[in-house]
């Protein structure tokens, strides 16, 4: 199982909105809406910030949003600020019941 | 508070076993399937295996099947990878997550450090 591709980075100034996007196949991504986002700080572990394609978690700030078409997800960040500076991975249920992380998007606030 | 704490890790060389331990609190294994994840130096996250909350069926990343084994002891409330023929390339943090949804991995701990080095 190939890991999803993302960007490997993405920037925007404070206020501004970034996106970014998780390409994967009809076998992932394209074939269920169980999509993750997660945010990691360098060092720590990583925290769930979207899981069913768009759906928050208690305590995610609704900046955050995720949507797919086809083979694609996105997670988009509203409003950004500077504590939202991080590494962002996609994940989605796969084949053979697994999980594929994808490559991972470090996101910098400028 | 739900929490996880992983421990077991540490040095070892090629071809040597260690077992890692996830010890869950604020809520209970049976009720949730429980996973594996690893990071290593400077890369991506990587999922490596999980345990349906039937605590029957589970699954693995193609890299680590048939020498990690996953598993958990419901009396303990811990879960545990069982990892043999250790590689340098397992050389990773190890975190364990519930999952809250399909898919959805909640991590609580700090994981634990497996350097596989000769």
């Known amino acids: 199982q190939s890991a999803l591709t993302q960007p490997p980075s993405a920037s925007g100034s404070p206020g501004q909105s970034v996106a970014i996007s998780c390409t994967g196949t009809?076998?992932?991504?394209?074939?269920?809406?169980?999509v993750s986002w997660y945010q990691q700080y360098p060092g720590k572990a990583p925290k769930l910030m979207i899981y069913?394609?768009?759906k928050r978690p208690s305590g995610v700030p609704d900046r955050f949003s995720g949507s797919k078409s086809g083979n694609t997800a996105s997670l988009t960040v509203s409003g950004l600020q500077a504590e939202d500076e991080a590494d962002y991975y996609c994940t989605s249920h796969a084949g053979n019941n697994n999980i594929v992380f994808g490559t991972g998007t470090m996101v910098t606030v400028l | 508070q739900v929490q996880l704490v992983e421990s077991g890790g540490g040095v070892v060389q090629p071809g040597s076993s260690l077992r890692l331990s996830c010890a869950a609190s604020g809520f209970t294994v049976r009720t949730h399937g429980m996973h594996w994840v690893r990071q290593a130096p400077g890369k991506g996250l990587e999922w490596v295996a999980d345990i349906w909350s039937d605590g029957i069926k589970n699954y693995y990343v193609d890299s680590v099947r048939g020498r990690f084994t996953i598993s958990r002891d419901t009396s303990k409330n811990t879960l545990y990878l069982q990892m043999n023929s250790l590689r340098d390339e397992d050389t990773a943090v190890y975190y364990c997550?519930?999952?809250?949804?399909?898919?959805?991995?909640?991590?609580r701990g700090q994981g634990t450090l497996v350097t596989v080095s000769s």
């Open positions: 069913d394609v768009s």
């Open positions: 997550a519930r999952d809250i949804a399909v898919g959805a991995l909640d991590f």
């Open positions: 009809s076998s992932d991504v394209g074939g269920n809406n169980y």
